[in-house]
Structures are given as structure tokens and as C-alpha cells.
């Protein structure tokens, strides 16, 4: 939620203008949070790309909001924020409310931000949107709060590094296994093997029994 958009819409709240207050306090796109109700937070809804709907509109469009795109193919982020009255703007500007990136920005980018700009990636995210860090940091997890609490995995391996381990596992259930690439999103590059050959070993890649697969997952409980 830009700033800007924030005061003013704090402004309009506090007008004698009672019909604009009711308005925009009971406007689909905006919830009030904080102390008195004082902090407006920007609202989406997936269904306005089908509604196309000038109310839903009225918002980013009032207040002049703008993104930008980076290094991705986002088309459904793009209807959505378009839906919302949101311009997009070209991917080299400065002045922009969101920018949505397909990569993580450096930690010198991201000091660079105003305080009416927001990114789709937080510092370090990858730690848990890479499956190879997330595994990781699953591992720790257990190892410093027990294995029951964090026993939400099936048995993994991550490839070539433990290699070793799962050669001893393969001996014990052949299959089928599921491979994963460890940065890859969206179902790309999965596929099943019943059998580990030196080309499945070449890259890093996540390996979890079929047959193990939690059937019902629970919340992660945090102590």
C-alpha cells in the first residue's frame, strides 16, 4: 500500500464529506487495519479479471498506481492488478507501487525502495522457494527441535551430494521415485523412475519415494 495513497485515504476518512467516508469504508478493495481502523490495506480479487468490474477499478485508478514486470511472463499478475486500475509502467522506471520480478533483487536494489514500493520478493526468500533450501532448512529444523515436530518431508535426497544415502535406500524400495529439479516451479522437469542411472546423477536434484508421501499434512507447528 503506497504511502501516499495511504494518507489521503486517512484524509478522506476524516472529510465532512460523509457520503466519499462511507464510500470508500465499504469499498471491496480496502480493508482497515490498525489502531482505530487507520491503516488502509490494499485488497484483491481474483474474480475482477472476469467481472471486469469499475468499482473494483476505481482504486488504482483514483490514485494513480502503477507496476512493472521484470524478467518474467506474468500474465495472470497482470490482469489482476490491470483489473484493479493498476497502469503498468516499462520495466526500466523508477516511479512505480509494485514491481513483480521472476528474480531476487540485490540487497543494494532493495535499499533503494521508498516507502510506497513493494517487490513480490522478500530478503532471502529462496531459503524457502528452492527445494534444495527449503530440504535443508527442514533438516535443521529437526535437528534443533526434534524430529516429531518437523516431520512433515518425506525421505529425501538431495543428489549428487548424498548420493551415498540414497544408493542405500534404493536398495531397500526401487520405486517408483519422484525427480525434482531443485529450482525449477510450476511441475517443470518432474517425472517418475524406477531406476537410477548416471544420467539422473549429473545435477542436483530432489528424490522423495512415492510410497512415503505424507497422505494427509498437517500445519507446521511452531514451538
Not at 519422484?178 to 524406477?194: D, M, Q, W
Request: proline fraction near 7%; aromatic fraction near 10%.
Amino acid at each position: 500500500m503506497p504511502v501516499v495513497m495511504a494518507r489521503d485515504l486517512e484524509e478522506t476518512a476524516s472529510s465532512s464529506e460523509d457520503e466519499e467516508v462511507v464510500s470508500q469504508e465499504d469499498h471491496p478493495c480496502i480493508m482497515w487495519t490498525g489502531g482505530c481502523r487507520r491503516i488502509p490495506v490494499l485488497v484483491f480479487h481474483a474474480e475482477a479479471i472476469l467481472t471486469k468490474d469499475n468499482n473494483i477499478r476505481i482504486i488504482g485508478e483514483r490514485y494513480h498506481l502503477s507496476y512493472k514486470i521484470v524478467r518474467t511472463d506474468s500474465r495472470l499478475v497482470r490482469s489482476i492488478l490491470t483489473a484493479h486500475g493498476f497502469h503498468e509502467v516499462h520495466p526500466s522506471s523508477t516511479d512505480y507501487n509494485l514491481m513483480w520480478t521472476g528474480s531476487h533483487l540485490k540487497p543494494f536494489l532493495l535499499r533503494t525502495l521508498s516507502e510506497a514500493q513493494k517487490v513480490n520478493h522478500f530478503p532471502r526468500s529462496y531459503e524457502l522457494t528452492r527445494k534444495d533450501r527449503l530440504y535443508k532448512n527442514i533438516i535443521r529444523m529437526q535437528h534443533t527441535h526434534g524430529f516429531k515436530a518437523f516431520h512433515i518431508l518425506p525421505q529425501t535426497f538431495l543428489l549428487p551430494a548424498e548420493y551415498a544415502e540414497f544408493c542405500n535406500s534404493y536398495s531397500k524400495d526401487r520405486g517408483p521415485w519422484i525427480v525434482k529439479p531443485v529450482a525449477s516451479s510450476r511441475g517443470r522437469g518432474v517425472y517418475l523412475i524406477n531406476n537410477v542411472s548416471i544420467q539422473h546423477m549429473a545435477t542436483s536434484l530432489l528424490f522423495f519415494p512415492t510410497s512415503l508421501f505424507v497422505p494427509a499434512p498437517n500445519m507446521v507447528p511452531f514451538p
